[in-house]
């Protein structure tokens, strides 16, 4: 279980990661998870990273989920509930992620993409959560997070039935923010990291801890969580002018 990696690059704001198992349809690892949570971690202490661009390598998939043979590697299902959470490291990100999906979103792939802030799929995504045919249920998200994007009766169908879908029955199921052709989908993503990455970083991050804080919290707390967010950013501004 030595193939395959997770690479990290970082230009101009932007920290591309890429999923570098094409011939496995970018199957994760459990050397690739863990290296996930190492670039996330990797990510939040680099100032210089304003946006994150989370894509597959080769042309046929943007990440099939874990390998089946990964999960054979832990001796014991205590061993397996404490292995990397690779969608938890890129929610855990602080910066704004684009998720650029093409072909397979399988499973824990599209549990990844889910955990990301801005899905683009190119016309060829095709996408589902297989585990209910093997006989378990996803532990990357997709129970939690389904609902609050599709809705409850759409998320039952795709968990339950464990049916694929295409990419323009992904974006009316509001699954994608963003359909492109295939040939356009690695530009409109940079693109889209590039405009994020010239906003202030301080009020893209509070965007995106107070979005995130609406998934949890009640109305109430949610409303004082972004004024404090909004205070958070005056103050930044106030020190930038000083300065």
Not at 63 to 72: K, S, V
Not at 138 to 155: D, E, K, W, Y
Not at 187 to 214: D, G, I
Request: glycine fraction near 8%.
């Amino acid at each position: 279980m030595q193939d395959g990696q997770v690479t990290l690059e970082v230009a101009e704001g932007v920290a591309v990661l890429t999923l570098d198992r094409p011939a496995k349809h970018n199957a994760i690892t459990n050397a690739m998870a863990a290296q996930l949570a190492d670039h996330a971690h990797a990510i939040n202490a680099d100032d210089s990273v304003r946006a994150v661009l989370l894509r597959g390598a080769g042309a046929k998939a943007f990440c099939a989920g874990m390998d089946l043979r990964a999960i054979e590697a832990f001796r014991t299902a205590w061993d397996f509930r404490h292995r990397p959470d690779y969608p938890g490291a890129v929610r855990a990100i602080r910066k704004p992620v684009v998720a650029a999906i093409k072909g397979w979103a399988l499973g824990g792939g599209f549990e990844l993409a889910l955990a990301a802030d801005i899905r683009i799929a190119a016309a060829s995504s095709r996408i589902g959560f297989p585990e209910v045919t093997r006989g378990w249920v996803g532990g990357g998200g997709a129970s939690q997070m389904l609902p609050r994007v599709a809705g409850f009766g759409q998320a039952m169908r795709l968990l339950l039935t464990g049916e694929q879908i295409e990419a323009e029955e992904a974006l009316r199921l509001r699954l994608v923010e963003q359909l492109v052709p295939d040939e356009a989908l690695e530009e409109t993503a940079r693109a889209m990291c590039a405009r994020l990455a010239a906003l202030s970083p301080v009020a893209v991050q509070a965007v995106k801890a107070a979005v995130r804080q609406s998934l949890e919290a009640p109305l109430t707390a949610g409303l004082a969580y972004e004024n404090e967010m909004n205070v958070l950013c005056l103050a930044a501004l106030r020190e930038r002018d000083r300065a």
